[in-house]
């Protein structure tokens, strides 16, 4: 996968604007990282893409089996301590936590 990462220290988007360019680009994967650079992400090809959606499977079936969390898809952004917002290809979170988010 290819991504192109654009500095954008002259305009700094915030948090609303990401979500709104994300929004108004549904057929771009954008992601930021701690400096607020814009990361435009590339499609995934076939064998990467089947590799990724047999893992979140996985990780569905565990959970639903467990019932300890909440489960998303490479489609589910996250807003990262470090300021970033990232696009994992798969990610679970403890229902502790997904619960004490406002």
């Known amino acids: 996968m290819t991504a192109l990462t654009l500095n954008l220290d002259s305009i700094k988007l915030t948090d609303e604007q ?3 360019l994300c929004q108004d ?6 992601e930021r990282n701690a400096n607020g650079d814009l990361i435009i992400m590339s499609p995934t090809g076939g064998e990467t893409s089947n590799s990724n959606a047999g893992l ?3 990780l569905w079936v565990w959970n639903q089996q467990t019932k300890q969390g909440k489960v998303f898809d490479s489609s ?10 990232r696009s ?3 990610s679970w979170i403890p229902l502790e936590r997904w619960n004490a988010l406002t």
């Open 18 to 20: 990401f979500f709104q």
């Open 88 to 90: 994992p290809d798969a």
């Open 76 to 85: 589910g952004g996250f807003k990262l301590p470090n300021g970033a917002d």
């Open 25 to 30: 680009n549904r057929d771009l994967r954008f």
């Open 56 to 58: 979140t499977a996985q």
